[in-house]
């Protein structure tokens, strides 16, 4: 009797195994009929001017193909990458976005591509023709200007702190933290305002006129990408 129950437990064992392992091929056969996951693109901010996405992409996943606008890419985790442009296929890898960024020129057809590691990247569209009428933004040291197009400049900028900006004018503009941290902002009235971030924070401010403070505890690194739009045209 005990050997005809372990005998039939054993059978039992067997066909819940088969069960799992047929049900365990389906899962595979639909994933792979799905084919490779998507990079997610979440829109941050739109207006008038510019559409800013965060685009995640973990490893192996593919970035959908669509038509390119005029565009800056900020890196915020690079990785190489396969450019799948039906016309070409080639390898690229992204610069450190410590140092650079990369400025993205409109494609002359769809683009898309395979990633093959982890990687985050802001990526700012801009919406209208260039401006006919280009407002040349500048800004003081510690602000360095690392990339242009013809629609922005793009600024790099490290305070340590207690270090002080001097007083500054912006056009409207797009601010992303690749750091924690915190700033006090003193407009020209003297009213001051404290603004606190963390990294990949992304902000679309208006034109203004002030100095800050880094009251921080560490350093703030962000990235801040001047629209050359004259201020009359900024929403």
């Not at 669509?66 to 610069?95: T, Y």
């Not at 409109?106 to 990687?119: D, I, Q, R, T």
């Not at 992303?176 to 404290?194: C, M, N, P, Y």
């Amino acid at each position: 009797m005990a050997s005809c129950l372990s005998a039939n437990r054993a059978f039992l064992d067997l066909r819940l195994l088969t069960v799992a392992l047929v049900a365990l091929a389906g899962i595979s056969a639909t994933l792979a009929q799905q084919g490779p996951a998507r990079a997610t693109q979440k829109v941050l901010i739109e207006n008038e001017l510019v559409r800013v996405i965060e685009v995640q992409a973990e490893p192996g996943s593919q970035i959908e193909m669509r038509e390119q606008p005029d565009k800056m890419v900020i890196v915020l985790e690079g990785a190489p990458a396969k450019n799948m442009r039906p016309s070409r296929r080639r390898e690229w890898a992204q610069d450190d976005p410590k140092s650079k960024s990369r400025v993205a020129q409109p494609a002359k057809e769809p683009a898309g591509g395979s990633n093959f590691n982890a990687a985050r990247a802001i990526v700012i569209e801009f919406k209208k023709a260039p401006p006919s009428n280009v407002r040349v933004p500048t800004l003081p040291l510690p602000f360095r200007p690392v990339n242009e197009n013809a629609h922005a400049v793009q600024f790099e900028i490290v305070t340590a702190p207690g270090q002080v900006t001097p007083t500054h004018t912006h056009g409207n503009h797009v601010s992303i933290a690749l750091t924690d941290g915190a700033v006090e902002i003193i407009e020209e009235s003297g009213q001051k305002q404290t603004v606190s971030v963390t990294k990949r924070t992304v902000l679309y401010a208006a034109g203004g006129t002030h100095s800050e403070v880094n009251i921080g505890k560490s350093a703030l690194h962000l990235i801040v990408v001047e629209l050359k739009e004259p201020a009359s045209d900024h929403p």
